[in-house]
């Protein structure tokens, strides 16, 4: 497997650009933090994997709209579950329980998972979604670039609402990055050079390629006025960019909305909170 | 085991409400969680374990003072170490040091034990108690499970204050809840639905509860004003709802005061900062 | 190896004060948290061990400026990397990435290692750097307190700056403590007792004290209105302690500065952000 030694040694090896980075030390096989599920699709050489780590940055929740709007129109299978109990800090991301009169009737159990969705052609294709993990990024990442080498995925395609000073009366514009030019030709860059916090996302496309993969980043422009309300257009905008980049039949109906209000749950409480959004076509679906 | 896998498959089966919270994959066994110490008491099956985990809201601080007030009257010894080391954030919560002129004193080592205790009639029961875990939650819970069953433990008891807007001038009010409803007849329920911030101890009632296990939790009512405080009154009734529930015969006279004011001495600082309270039994006993 | 056990066992035995505190269940062997590398020098008992952990109290980044000045004059070779990525909460520490036009650039890799350098007379000495771990602060002093008893270390010397109502004009005091009265004769107590949060750092020179293992703590006073900025002559006043006790030649010449001024770059965003100092001597180095 190209740049990536596991089993007895557990070290993760790196395609680094330079002598010192070369090399990880990290105690854990990558390959334990997660269990395959029932649904593995045949590695044909053209599956496409979609991902979005909750956590990070994301304006008008235009990266977790469009998941929760994948994860809710389309049937999916699970093909690998990841220990997120091991990955996670619950104080900083208190899950939401539900208390019913006089006892605790539900738990919301954190997930992180790599699955498997066909789009509107029957087309398989991967999305890895859940909640970004606050540990273990070098083994985490590592065993995402190993599924993805098993299975044979040609592409990997991520997401997220950036805030930008522009209005909502434009068509909002989109942000690409790449591992290789030629998967964004068309796209404008924004700036020169910039320093910013990493993500587990942005880590994950920085590591895939180092290893020569194909790794594709869409930031919508999301007006900062609507950063931190739940703006369905964005979602919508980065369901365009990522249909048009992998050629699958994405349904957009729902997420166009009817008319109706976006209601926002509550999905996280403590530090860290942050609120998930509930459009019509996902009400409907729930 | 009820539930329960453990061993090589390092799976966490939960008796859940839905298919699709069947089971969480956990990649550590919940026995390498703790090492057993020497005070394990004969499983006769009428043992009940108290428990309480220092981390979240808690009220005029009635949970821990409670707590605290069972540790140092009672005798106790270790049944079970959890290892707290790798369970803990300790830069969120960094443990005390003590310096003294030109060297390091003295470290308050963060623990998380269950411990057999004795009440002033002899009869044995459990007590859990430590810092709340950061990290692995499902395994926690799981490795409680595991030693209550093996404990054959009959019923478990958690208790915690909540701030309300209740007056001190009268008798304060207890809200209980329970995975059975006959374990708590005679309380009045306070809400219809509530959607709240989980904790590891509200985790391990409802797990118990799909496992068909007794648990009960208690709410005292502290006064909002004195949320903040040591609030002495509101342990005092937690005990005497344990008491009545457990049957066990706990010893008030020490938190009920002698007229001498509450010292509070900060335990722990740093963000997340608690203040550890000494009541004047407490104080005599250290 | 005294006051140590690893292997199946996998206790951490603590020579500890109190009967209470001579044993901590940790479920990790400490000697799986590093992996050696290939500068492992001789153990010739007369080995001297600096360390910094970057994370907890730095008043004028005097420790810090330290660290890196050693770290970047002087050739160092990698004796043990440290498994941070598990240590870490990535998302209160966010590592920074740079993004130049359509791509991820370079990802800042978190480190923690230990490496061998030599002051300028060739003599081979020890540095621990890199960030505080957030995770198994017992198993990691364990994991450093087996690596130095290998490796035969006669000392081990931590540094950092304090703040403290001083004016910049004096020279700037030192605080001394050790745990062997004898390293620090000459120094003056500032306080008789006192409780502090603590930290990485205290906790190692707190377990190497139980051990009756030679180690040196020093704390710059830096001026209060100094204590965000980055303030080499707190560093440089570090140097001369620790060469002092050490017998090290260690160059100042870069730390004492040429005239111009400090550039600060932030090296860590999100929560717990902290600036990266770069004075002219490293500058020119990087």
Redesign the interface.
């Known amino acids: 497997m190209p740049g990536f030694i596991s089993g007895a040694e557990q070290?993760?090896r790196l395609v680094g650009?330079s002598e010192s980075?070369g090399r990880?030390?990290?105690?854990?096989n990558p390959a334990?933090?997660?269990?395959m599920g029932s649904a593995a699709p045949e590695p044909d050489g053209n599956l496409v994997m979609l991902y979005y780590l909750d956590?990070f940055i994301d304006a008008g929740a235009a990266g977790r709209l469009l998941t929760t709007h994948l994860m809710t129109t389309l049937e999916h299978n699970v093909v690998a579950?990841?220990?997120l109990?091991?990955l996670?800090?619950?104080?900083?991301r208190?899950?939401?329980?539900?208390?019913?009169?006089?006892?605790?009737?539900?738990?919301?159990?954190p997930e992180l998972a790599l699955s498997l969705l066909r789009d509107a052609e029957g087309t398989p294709f991967l999305m890895l979604a859940g909640l970004?993990?606050?540990?273990?990024?070098?083994?985490f990442t590592a065993a995402v670039r190993q599924l993805s080498a098993e299975l044979r995925v040609r592409l990997a395609v991520g997401f997220q609402g950036i805030p930008m000073g522009v209005p909502h009366t434009r068509q909002l514009g989109v942000t690409?990055?790449?591992?290789q030019?030629d998967l964004?030709e068309g796209?404008r860059?924004l700036?020169?050079?910039?320093?910013?916090?990493?993500?587990?996302s942005?880590?994950l496309?920085?590591r895939l390629?180092q290893e020569g993969r194909a790794a594709i980043g869409f930031a919508v422009h999301v007006p900062h006025y609507l950063a931190q309300a739940a703006y369905p257009a964005a979602a919508e905008r980065l369901l365009e960019s990522v249909q048009r980049v992998t050629g699958l039949a994405l349904p957009a109906d729902a997420l166009r909305g009817t008319g109706r209000p976006v209601r926002a749950v509550?999905r996280?409480?403590?530090p860290g909170r942050e609120s998930r959004v509930v459009t019509p076509a996902v009400a409907a679906a729930e």
Request: a negative charge.
């Open positions: 070290l993760v650009n980075e990880i030390y990290v105690r854990h334990d933090l997660y269990e956590g579950s990841f220990d109990d091991s996670l800090d619950y104080r900083s208190r899950p939401i329980m539900t208390f019913v009169k006089d006892h605790w009737d539900d738990y919301d159990t970004e993990p606050d540990r273990e990024w070098e083994a690409a990055h790449a591992t030019p964004i796209y860059p700036v020169d050079k910039l320093q910013v916090p990493g993500s587990a942005a880590l496309e920085y390629g509550p996280r409480a403590g």
